[in-house]
Structure formats: C-alpha cells, structure tokens
C-alpha cells in the first residue's frame, strides 16, 4: 500500500524559507512521478511542482519558477520542495502525491496516491 508522509510545514514571514519533505514506502517509485499541489481556502488545488523520479525532470508553476526547487533522494525515498522567498500568496495546504503514468502531469487528477498535507503560512 502506498503511504506519503508530508512534513516540514509552519508558520514563517515573507521572505522565509521553509523546505517540505514527503517520505514515500509501499511501491518502488522509480517510474511514477512525484508532485506537489497546494490547496488554498476557496481555491482548487492546484500543480506547484513536479519530478519524475527516472531522470529527475522537473516541472513547476509560473507562480513558483525561481523561488521553489523540488527534488529526491533515492535512498531516502523522499522527495522535497524548498521553497525560498516566500509570499503570502504561498500560504495554503500543500500535498504530495504520486502519479504511476509515463509523463510529468499537473493535473491532480492523474495522480492516484495522496498525502494528507501540510499547512504552511506566510505572515506579511
């Protein structure tokens, strides 16, 4: 059975940084593709980050391209987003998920497996 473990989440200032992990067991994952999605109060989810554990290609939203970097540890089975100069717009839950699909996809729709997410709260 697939289980994501989010951690990392808080409470920081615009301009903090905070590093997210999502420590991954159940499957061998070296073909899925991982990403991050946030959920903010009213809003939809939506895509942040995305890599594909094979060769480590990498997606990002434009909201995030400069300021956030997403990776993974091979032995650790874990993937992690840091995320650097954060804005209050950052503020929102953020989840992991698992996609087992050849391709990096950003809708939350083709990723079967889920975390139970992480708040993370930018202050002004």
């Known amino acids: 059975q697939v289980q994501l473990v989010e951690s990392g989440g808080g409470l920081v200032q615009a301009g903090d940084s905070l590093r997210l992990s999502c420590a991954a067991s159940?499957?061998?994952?070296?073909?899925?593709?991982m990403g991050w999605f946030r959920q903010a109060p009213g809003k939809e989810r939506e895509i942040v980050a995305a890599?594909?554990?094979?060769?480590?290609?990498?997606y990002y939203a434009d909201s995030v391209k400069g300021r956030f970097t997403i990776s993974r540890d091979n032995v650790k089975n874990t993937v992690y987003l840091q995320m650097n100069s954060l804005k209050p717009e950052d503020t929102a839950v953020y989840y992991c998920?698992?996609?087992?699909?050849?391709?990096?996809?950003?809708?939350?729709?083709?990723?079967?497996?889920w975390g139970q997410g992480t708040q993370v709260t930018v202050s002004s």
């Open positions: 998920a698992a996609d087992p699909r050849i391709g990096v996809h950003i809708t939350p729709y083709e990723y079967d497996y």
């Open positions: 159940g499957r061998t994952f070296s073909r899925y593709t």
């Open positions: 890599i594909r554990w094979s060769d480590g290609s990498t």
